[in-house]
């Protein structure tokens, strides 16, 4: 990703992503808008500081799962999506990416139906810091998701609908353990541009190449580091995973030009790989012999997980890639780009990709599996997710409406839920979703 200093950041947004849907929000239509509401009732008083939840029951009936009161609003809801897709701009590093790249891509059947609506929680507020970087929430159960919210990373469960803070740094956040390499002075206000959890591991990256990590189960911060003192230092991705001894260890991929493995059980840095650009994203093989490695140059790599050098060159995206993801397969993965497109690869053939799939609005930020490789969903920088099924060949997808930028999406380790972060002044919210299940043999025994 292009380096922005961070009092520059919120300029960038106003012109592209971020900055459209508030100026959509609440600006661009005379008389009321969508922020504004003559309705009294707690669910609409969200400027107040009142929000209520909108549950499965409440959409079944009607309501809009965002809680928006269309029918107070001078527009529809189909006219305003209708003008969202005729005037938001995609940020593009490549001019017109995005229109060279539709002649590519294959036309899928969005009927699907494969996930449904189940829980917006309005009283999580997911937030971005940087509109490129879109991976600030993790589930790690269908009960358990952890997501930024301003300078605090919150624990939500969806069993009682309860948060609670589990790390804060707005102010100055350091180590309680002592390992080599550690920064024991630690950090201050810190600005989290990236964020992983797995099982106990909590790891958050920063704009100036800022490493935090705590176990779950341990009091305090266990390890704090700087991958690089360069200008262009910031985190842009991380990876958690387990080694083949079992230790775990987590992957991070930096402005720098970068990715780094760390050893978690030894708390060391043990490989640096360097690459020609700026790493935006890296995806780890299921056997871990792999690497994914894309960022500011429209050709991805396919680099060996162990010596970092390359394999095969992916060709095909006409832009900077911020997303990449393996099916659990381990035969196929999936690359995102600011061409508006998801591109997916076999390793048995890297000559060319095998689909190549498109959103709506704009770049495709984020790509996650489940863990039964069954679907692929992508995310767009806003308003929408595509769920695709893998075992069509990717021919048919379920398409998640809403309005709103996208902090991050995450499977449940389980497959049985996915959870949207949903960055906006008003409907900010966390979106809960459940696997549809055909339990037709039942019927059978009827």
Not at 129 to 143: D, I, M, P
Not at 249 to 257: G, I, L
Request: hydrophobic share 35%; aromatic share 10%.
């Amino acid at each position: 990703m292009q380096h922005y200093r961070s009092d520059n950041m919120d300029e960038m947004a106003e012109d592209y992503e971020m900055g459209d849907v508030e100026d959509d929000m609440y600006e661009e239509f005379q008389g009321r808008g969508l922020g504004d509401s003559d309705s009294d009732d707690e669910e609409y008083g969200s400027l107040n500081g009142r929000a209520t939840d909108i549950s499965a029951a409440q959409a079944r009936k009607g309501k809009d799962i965002q809680g928006i009161p269309w029918d107070t609003l001078n527009i529809t809801r189909e006219r305003y999506r209708k003008t969202r897709l005729e005037q938001y701009k995609n940020y593009e590093n490549v001019r017109n990416s995005g229109e060279a790249s539709e002649k590519d891509c294959k036309q899928t059947d969005k009927g699907g139906m494969y996930y449904e609506f189940q829980r917006n929680t309005r009283s999580v507020k997911s937030t971005i810091l940087h509109f490129q970087l879109r991976n600030l929430v993790c589930a790690t159960s269908k009960h358990d998701v952890y997501l930024m919210s301003h300078y605090s990373v919150l624990h939500w469960s969806a069993l009682n609908g309860e948060k609670y803070e589990v790390m804060n740094v707005s102010g100055h956040i350091a180590p309680c353990e002592k390992h080599p390499g550690s920064l024991l002075e630690g950090f201050s206000q810190t600005q989290v541009s990236t964020l992983t959890v797995k099982d106990n591991l909590l790891v958050a990256g920063g704009f100036q190449g800022e490493l935090i990590c705590k176990f779950l189960d341990r009091e305090g911060i266990s390890f704090c580091c700087r991958t690089t003192y360069d200008d262009n230092a910031i985190t842009n991705a991380l990876e958690i995973y387990d080694s083949a001894s079992g230790a775990v260890h987590f992957m991070s991929s930096n402005n720098d030009s970068g990715v780094r493995d760390f050893d978690m059980e030894k708390f060391q840095l043990c490989k640096h790989f360097r690459f020609q650009w700026p790493v935006n994203h890296t995806s780890l093989s299921p056997d871990a012999k792999l690497v994914v490695v894309v960022g500011d140059d429209p050709e991805g790599l396919l680099v060996d997980a162990h010596t970092g050098k390359t394999v095969h060159a992916l060709q095909g995206h006409l832009d900077f890639s911020f997303a990449s993801a393996w099916n659990p397969d381990g035969q196929t993965f999936a690359t995102g780009n600011q061409d508006k497109t998801c591109r997916v690869w076999d390793i048995r053939n890297l000559s060319k990709s095998v689909s190549v799939l498109r959103g709506n609005l704009g770049a495709i930020r984020s790509i996650r599996f489940t863990s039964d490789g069954r679907f692929m969903a992508m995310a767009e920088p806003a308003d929408f997710v595509h769920i695709f099924d893998v075992r069509s060949g990717y021919n048919k997808r379920q398409e998640l409406d809403f309005f709103g930028e996208i902090s991050g999406m995450s499977f449940s380790p389980d497959t049985e839920a996915l959870f949207v972060g949903v960055w906006d002044r008003t409907y900010g919210s966390l979106l809960q979703y459940s696997r549809l299940r055909n339990y037709s043999y039942f019927d059978s025994l009827l």
